[in-house]
């Protein structure tokens, strides 16, 4: 029987308190894999609760949304990943965001994320809305790219050196992402729901 990977989402999210269980059994059923990926401190930790509890897939980062935390909370997600390495699939979701303020900030918390995935030999899990070629650039791990914006070129280049383009539900509108998964070989297209959607 075929399964599907909703290789985004976070299902940790407080918006589901009211039916997370619902939601998880509904997926199953239908042979939907789930990765849930904490993007705060408090998601990281919903988030390994939620893999204890529903056996699900996990990835824990830091969201770019997050950029004027200050070092504590910040050290604070890299302990906690540190400390779950063995629970999770890679470090993220990390990066940067054209629509975020203070990028030189975004940057040097991505770069701490980037070393901690290298120290425990993980992948990582990239937002990278307007920075798709940086983040390629300055990543040596393999990358998962959530929610994929970018050009159709750059893709290439991604999935052509063992790099994972993931589509969002954006290709059910996005002429340009109808594109993407039409001309990008599939073997390395993963899909996801980004559910719940933090940033427009
Ligand atoms: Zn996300």
Same mark, same amino acid.
């Given at each position: 029987? /075929?399964?599907?990977?909703? $290789?985004?989402?976070? +299902?940790? %999210?407080?918006?589901?308190?009211?039916?997370? =269980?619902?939601?998880?059994? !509904? $997926?199953?059923?239908?042979?939907?894999?789930?990765?849930? /990926?904490?993007?705060?401190?408090?998601?990281?930790? !919903?988030?390994?609760?939620?893999?204890?509890? @529903?056996?699900?897939?996990?990835?824990?980062? @830091?969201? #770019?949304?997050?950029?004027? $935390? %200050?070092?504590? +909370?910040?050290?604070?997600?890299?302990?906690?990943?540190?400390?779950?390495?063995?629970?999770?699939? $890679?470090?993220? &979701?990390?990066?940067? %965001?054209?629509?975020?303020?203070?990028?030189?900030?975004?940057?040097?918390?991505?770069?701490?994320?980037?070393?901690?995935?290298?120290?425990?030999?993980? #992948?990582?899990?990239?937002?990278?809305?307007?920075?798709?070629?940086?983040?390629?650039?300055?990543?040596?791990? #393999?990358?998962?790219?959530?929610?994929? *914006?970018? *050009?159709? &070129?750059?893709?290439?280049?991604?999935?052509?050196?063992?790099?994972?383009?993931?589509?969002?539900?954006?290709?059910?509108? /996005?002429?340009?992402?109808?594109?993407?998964?039409?001309?990008? %070989?599939? =073997? @390395? +297209?993963?899909?996801?729901?980004? /559910?719940?959607? @933090?940033?427009?």
């Amino acid at each position: 029987m /075929s399964k599907y990977v909703d $290789a985004h989402c976070h +299902i940790e %999210d407080k918006a589901f308190n009211k039916n997370r =269980d619902e939601v998880v059994k !509904r $997926a199953k059923e239908n042979n939907v894999i789930i990765i849930t /990926s904490g993007a705060s401190f408090g998601g990281c930790v !919903r988030a390994l609760n939620c893999k204890r509890l @529903y056996d699900i897939y996990l990835t824990l980062g @830091y969201h #770019p949304s997050r950029v004027n $935390a %200050d070092d504590k +909370i910040i050290n604070k997600v890299y302990n906690l990943i540190k400390e779950n390495e063995k629970e999770i699939l $890679a470090v993220g &979701e990390i990066g940067m %965001d054209v629509k975020i303020e203070n990028i030189k900030r975004q940057e040097e918390i991505f770069k701490k994320f980037l070393e901690l995935s290298k120290e425990i030999n993980k #992948p990582i899990v990239a937002h990278a809305r307007g920075f798709e070629e940086r983040i390629f650039k300055l990543s040596d791990q #393999p990358i998962m790219f959530h929610c994929y *914006s970018g *050009s159709l &070129e750059l893709a290439k280049e991604i999935g052509e050196s063992g790099n994972l383009i993931s589509i969002s539900t954006l290709v059910c509108f /996005s002429e340009h992402h109808k594109k993407l998964v039409e001309k990008l %070989d599939i =073997d @390395y +297209i993963t899909t996801e729901t980004d /559910s719940l959607i @933090y940033l427009q």
